[in-house]
């Protein structure tokens, strides 16, 4: 259980939040042994939970904290702009900033769960979402969709170079990758601008696809997702998407509507 006090609240007063019961009530359902906190029954209403980490069952169903204002349903998914040197994971042993550390408080109380990665050095677009079944389904090859991204290399590249990614590559380390769409925005003689469509979802694809070429990543930045595009979100910006977008996020990987 948490004993650390950081970001902590009791659990009672935690309960009476997600709008469970009263804190005398939240008390009742602690003393009846209906409460577990990561899967201990509580016998104490001054224990404390984490409400982003800590995992509160009450009777055997999961307790989350109310959803804001703007959040579609039960479920609610993110789309955040992820800035550069921000870790795509809830805690970092080295102290870096997280990108759960740089969301609104109302959002980073919802146990968020980052669906995929960006690299410490990339940007752009990242889902977050409370609804496991759609993170398992976006993160399968089966349901992989197009990732777009924005690639600055430094050097000049031309059409021979483009049609090796484009007819498929052997990575170094042995990997076989599909062809990658990948056209060219502009450049000169110092670095170019790509726009590079993945349909896989490779550990650093798309660096290690330039290292191979001969030619080092200098700002790379996911634009679009399947149907979903990075838009006007400045870095370190989210917004929650709408019941439309979350209804056809979906179907496009074969889910039902919640």
């Known amino acids: 259980m948490t004993n650390d006090k950081t970001n902590t609240i009791r659990i009672n007063k935690y309960l009476s939040e997600c709008g469970v019961a009263s804190r005398r009530g939240a008390d009742e359902l602690i003393l009846q042994g209906r409460v577990e906190l990561n899967g201990v029954r509580v016998t104490e209403p001054g224990v404390r939970v984490n409400p982003v980490d800590d995992i509160v069952l009450v009777d055997g169903a999961p307790v989350r904290p109310r ?50 990665r960006l690299d410490y050095f990339s940007e752009g677009l990242l889902l977050l979402t409370t609804d496991g079944s759609l993170m398992n389904r976006l993160i ?54 790509m726009e590079m469509t993945l349909v896989q979802g490779l550990n650093r694809q798309i660096r290690r696809m330039c290292r191979d070429m001969g030619r080092t990543v200098l700002r790379l930045t996911r634009v679009r997702q399947g149907f979903l595009e990075l838009g006007s979100l400045k870095p370190g910006e989210a917004r929650i998407l709408t019941a439309q977008e979350v209804r056809r996020l979906r179907q496009d990987v074969g889910l039902p509507p919640e």
Not at 85 to 98: F, I, L
């Open 140 to 193: 399968s090859p089966r349901w992989h969709l197009p990732k777009v991204y924005h690639v600055l290399v430094r050097g000049h590249v031309d059409e021979a170079w483009l049609e090796v990614m484009r007819s498929g590559m052997t990575l170094a380390e042995g990997e076989v990758l599909a062809p990658v769409e990948v056209r060219l925005l502009r450049q000169d003689q110092r670095e170019a601008w």
């Open 67 to 116: 959803l804001p204002a703007g959040a579609p349903n039960r479920h609610v998914t993110v789309l955040l702009h992820k800035p550069v040197q921000v870790v795509t994971t809830t805690r970092d042993p080295q102290g870096r900033t997280t990108v759960f550390d740089i969301l609104p408080k109302e959002l980073r109380e919802l146990r968020l769960l980052h669906v995929g």
